[in-house]
């Protein structure tokens, strides 16, 4: 039977995968995308049974796809962190690890599912999803030097980094190319100790775009909130992830967003809950067009421009 295996093209899609092709090695179609392109089941052929392994994209957009499958009498295993909708499949050839608390990731739930036996890559996921309060917990649970766990963190940053823009040609690597270079190495700190190519660039590109970042005009900013405006140029899609959860630790107590400009005049949104109270970006995010996400990250596809001062209220009035 053909195996695909479908995953965000984010820190913790990509590590979710690293940890099951470790344990489970299998060749495999892979399916992937930017970070936001999250209806990927959709791709996965129904002509005959397959078996799917999908981890990290939410259900709920997903489902009429896997619905598909099911019937096709495919095989799928699902595995997110993500709002799956009001009701699972009950199927008997669907299988599901979902757990939406705000505290875990897909990758953590792979772990737990392998009983840890690839945890560094799990911990460097958790750090990629801004779990840092998590990831630190984890990496002081076995044993890390501090060094360890600061490598550990660039890691999960710089691959969460990659996977924002609006299409790959934004992308310093393809998603699936970075998990075929990644994937060659059981433990991460190996990855990062013998500094292949692709690591070099990755990490250099995301030092560059940040510095760019932390230098962008604020929107507006008020006791909860805080905005930030990005142009609509590559550097600036590819940082606005990594942009907000920083801004997110380093203003704990407030909702933090980045919203970047588009061509098409709407805007590309990135909503962070505060760190003190890791709930509502999906709420907010979904009172918009194109707006989903979970609970503590949330994001908004395409923003019309004669929303935006709307979206800003919004921001700084969810959180009172």
């Known amino acids: 039977m053909q195996i695909y295996d479908v995953f965000n093209g984010d820190a913790d899609g990509i590590c979710a995968l690293i940890q099951l092709r470790l344990a489970e090695p299998a060749e495999s179609t892979l399916i992937t995308g930017v970070k936001r392109d999250i209806a990927l089941a ?18 709920e957009k997903n489902r009429e796809a896997v619905d598909a499958l099911l019937a096709a009498g495919s095989s799928v295993f699902y595995v997110d962190h993500h709002f799956p909708g009001d009701e699972l ?8 690890l979902i757990d939406t608390q705000p505290a875990t990731c897909t990758s953590l739930l792979i772990d737990q599912h392998l009983n840890g036996r690839f945890y560094n890559w799990a911990i460097a996921a958790a750090f990629g999803d801004n779990l840092n309060a998590v990831a630190e917990k984890l990496a002081e649970k076995a044993g890390l030097s501090a060094e360890q766990i600061e490598s550990l963190k660039m890691l999960g940053v710089c691959i969460n980094y990659n996977g924002y823009g609006s299409s790959v040609e934004d992308l310093h690597f393809h998603p699936a ?9 059981a433990d991460p700190l190996e990855l990062i100790a013998s500094e292949p190519p692709a690591w070099q660039q990755l990490r250099d590109g995301y030092e560059a775009d940040m510095a760019e970042g932390m230098a962008a005009p604020v929107l507006k900013e008020t006791a909860t909130s805080l905005v930030v405006k990005l142009p609509d140029e590559a550097w600036a899609r590819r940082v606005s992830g990594v942009l907000g959860n920083e801004l997110a630790n380093r203003n704990p107590d407030k909702a933090c967003a980045i919203v970047t400009e588009k061509a098409d005049g709407t805007y590309l949104v990135s909503i962070r809950a505060p760190l003190n109270n890791r709930t509502g970006a999906d709420e907010v995010a979904r009172q918009f067009p194109m707006g989903g ?5 949330a994001g908004i596809n395409a923003l019309p421009g004669e929303q935006l001062n709307v979206f800003l209220d919004t921001m700084a009035g969810f959180w009172k």
Do not use: C, M, W
């Open 42 to 59: 959709k791709q996965v052929p129904t002509s005959e049974p397959v078996q799917a392994n999908i981890l990290d994209v939410s259900l």
């Open 89 to 96: 499949p009950g199927h008997p050839n669907f299988t599901a």
């Open 177 to 185: 190319d970075l998990y075929r270079e990644f994937v060659k190495f």
């Open 293 to 297: 996400g979970r609970k503590a990250a």
